[in-house]
């Protein structure tokens, strides 16, 4: 990935979040949320991350947010007017998010692997092939409970979801 | 250089091809209800009064879309302008891109050079176009969504909600035919087909997975919106569902993503089940009899012939999903969802695990 | 090639962003996608240290975490539609219920 691809795809990255938290309308937060989503499987894909690139757009982008949309839907969310906060809160988030940002901008700089060059990669790096023999050998177990996990949610989801009566 | 140019020419040419059958299957579909319905269908625009006899092409063809795109275009009261308008655009974008993955042929040998006739050969094919496929579904929404029109919403929340339950036996269907053939690519599956058995009998995927070719043509009309499946469209009923509030372009836009869908599915039908661009006894250099004589054709006209093997596989599965569509009566919502979750996903499930005890025990 | 810490600090700033989200906005289904945001976030790191380094491993915890994502947004999504059903509001300023 070279540093034009970096830019052309990190700056609408950064916008379009902050596009999500901004919008007053949920319906339009949500669609900026995909675009984000987007954005990131075309990053992945220029990081050699062919199948998690195309899983984020059928899990993320086609399943997840579709239930976003769905729920804001059924409530009718319209867009709101500026929300009334507590004196101060707006003035706390900013500058609890620029701490943040700031100490994160300072470790990530001095990881050890900052700057040793990147190693070079096999080939059939992030194919299907490469993944699944990692993913049913040595990621074994986390594969099985995480298939127990997706069945007690959707048992949660519909448990919860129903109608009493 | 070249590389790039060879790519923009296939993806160029699946395009055109896309677009054009779309519009073909569109006057299929007039003349075809009528024959099938005895009666003589669209016939009223005519060159010199007769010509060209009764096939109601020109109607179709010309007279429709020029009707569509000189109507009004309007945005209903009160509703988003920008989604109303996006909302098609959106439906048609992730449909229009997914063709690239399916090959049309086997190779094409110029000079040195051997370009495969397949527009991106991606190693996640499959999953390629399930993704896109799954984004479909934003098309739904956001046309219901954006109509400030509560039947719409209406619509779009059952299309969407259909969407998503036939996505999954589609793609356990899939499952079991990757499994069978070692890829996800589709080029590699269709050339897996290309082997006989017994010497005679050309190893098509149906062969191999009839239950999985049920499950995914049902799957697929299911997921396309056509009729027996088409509630959050019902014609005479909800007028046009979700896109009851869309007229002029938009609503060509909205049609035109219902025919494209259908020819992806027949395009996935072939590639998996039917061998794709396999003709029968054809090989790279010519036909290879199994009573043993070879007669050998360059490489240009055995591509040729492979193009013309999947486009008359495609049309005819493009034909047969017309013919169910004007034959059958349309499902009741719940016996629709009923369907897909207590009837196709069971299948498919135990159509993977059948597959899985066949492939691990030959 | 961009250095590996061109990655991380974006991902950084997605998170960063993410948790400015969470913090400003009171809608509940916004906080949602903020913390979707987040995850995101960490997703894209850990891509980018897969590249860097080599290894396949990176990409699957992805796709660990993106199970947990879809579980966690089924869930929590359900139980907003409760909330809703019984106190018609999803601003967290006024589900204060379980507040001393």
């Known amino acids: 990935?070279?540093?034009?691809?970096?830019?052309?795809?990190?700056?609408?990255?950064?916008?379009?979040?902050?596009?999500?938290?901004?919008?007053?309308?949920?319906?339009?937060?949500?669609?900026?949320?995909?675009?984000?989503?987007?954005?990131?499987?075309?990053?992945?894909?220029?990081?050699?991350?062919?199948?998690?690139?195309?899983?984020?757009?059928?899990?993320?982008?086609?399943?997840?947010?579709?239930?976003?949309?769905?729920?804001i839907m059924l409530l009718n969310l319209q867009a709101e007017p500026r929300e009334q906060q507590r004196?101060?809160?707006?003035?706390?988030?900013?500058i609890g998010g620029g701490v943040l940002a700031i100490e994160l901008f300072?470790?990530?700089?001095?990881?050890?692997?900052?700057?040793?060059?990147?190693?070079?990669?096999?080939?059939?790096?992030?194919?299907?092939?490469?993944?699944?023999?990692?993913?049913f050998t040595d990621f074994l177990l986390p594969f099985e409970i995480t298939s127990i996990l997706l069945l007690v949610a959707m048992v949660g989801a519909v448990v919860l979801a129903k109608r009493q009566g | 250089m070249a590389d790039f140019a060879i790519t923009f020419v296939l993806t160029l040419m699946v395009l055109l091809m896309v677009l054009n059958l779309g519009g073909v299957l569109l006057w299929v579909e007039r003349k075809g209800s009528a024959v099938l319905q005895d009666r003589i269908g669209a016939n009223r625009a005519a060159i010199f009064g007769k010509l060209p006899f009764n096939l109601g092409i020109i109607n179709t063809l010309v007279a429709d879309p020029i009707k569509l795109f000189t109507k009004e275009n309007f945005v209903p009261q009160g509703a988003d302008k920008l989604l109303h308008t996006l909302a098609p655009i959106i439906a048609l974008l992730p449909v229009l891109v997914t063709f690239i993955a399916i090959p049309f042929g086997d190779v094409l040998v110029i000079g040195d050079r051997v370009i495969n006739l397949q527009a991106a050969s991606l190693n996640v094919g499959l999953l390629y176009i399930v993704a896109m496929v799954s984004l479909g579904v934003y098309g739904v929404v956001l046309g219901g969504w954006a109509s400030n029109n509560r039947w719409a919403l209406l619509g779009g929340i059952r299309g969407a909600a259909q969407m998503i339950s036939y996505e999954i036996p589609m793609g356990l269907s899939l499952v079991a035919v990757v499994m069978t053939f070692g890829s996800l690519d589709l080029q590699d599956i269709a050339r897996a087909q290309g082997h006989l058995i017994g010497g005679w009998i050309p190893a098509w995927g149906i062969l191999y997975q009839p239950l999985a070719f049920l499950i995914f043509m049902v799957a697929g009309i299911a997921e396309s919106k056509r009729v027996p499946f088409d509630l959050p469209e019902a014609e005479s009923e909800l007028i046009s569902g979700y896109f009851t509030e869309y007229s002029g372009a938009k609503q060509a836009t909205f049609m035109l993503v219902d025919f494209i869908e259908s020819i992806i599915v027949a395009g996935l039908v072939t590639a998996m089940f039917f061998g794709g661009w396999q003709v029968p006894f054809l090989l790279r250099d010519g036909f290879h009899c199994p009573w043993g004589s070879v007669i050998s054709l360059p490489s240009v006209v055995v591509a040729l012939l492979q193009v013309g093997s999947f486009t008359l596989k495609v049309l005819f599965f493009c034909w047969l999903q017309i013919m169910i569509r004007w034959t059958l009566p349309r499902f009741r919502y719940d016996q629709l969802m009923n369907l897909s979750w207590k009837g196709l996903i069971p299948l498919s499930l135990g159509n993977v695990v059948i597959t899985a005890l066949l492939i691990f025990l030959l | 090639?961009?250095?590996?810490?061109?990655?991380?600090?974006?991902?950084?700033?997605?998170?960063?962003?993410g948790v400015i989200g969470v913090l400003l906005r009171?809608?509940?289904?916004?906080?949602?996608m903020a913390i979707e945001l987040m995850l995101n976030a960490v997703n894209l790191s850990f891509v980018a240290l897969a590249h860097h380094l080599g290894s396949v491993d990176g990409q699957l915890i992805v796709l660990f975490v993106m199970a947990v994502a879809a579980a966690e947004a089924a869930v929590g999504l359900a139980i907003i539609l409760l909330v809703f059903r019984g106190r018609e509001t999803i601003n967290a300023d006024e589900l204060n219920l379980m507040r001393w």
Request: hydrophobic content about 60%.
């Open chain 1, 106 to 135: 300072v470790l990530l700089r001095r990881l050890p692997t900052g700057d040793t060059p990147d190693r070079a990669l096999p080939p059939g790096f992030g194919t299907v092939q490469a993944l699944s023999e990692r993913l």
């Open chain 3, 26 to 32: 009171r809608n509940t289904i916004i906080i949602f």
């Open chain 3, 1 to 17: 090639m961009v250095p590996v810490s061109y990655h991380l600090i974006l991902s950084g700033i997605l998170f960063t962003i």
């Open chain 1, 87 to 94: 004196r101060g809160v707006h003035r706390a988030a900013l």
């Open chain 1, 1 to 71: 990935m070279d540093y034009v691809t970096f830019f052309a795809l990190a700056l609408p990255l950064i916008f379009v979040a902050t596009m999500v938290i901004v919008h007053p309308s949920p319906v339009y937060s949500a669609l900026f949320l995909v675009m984000t989503l987007f954005l990131l499987a075309v990053y992945f894909l220029f990081l050699e991350a062919h199948l998690v690139a195309v899983l984020q757009i059928i899990v993320y982008a086609g399943a997840i947010m579709v239930l976003f949309l769905f729920v």
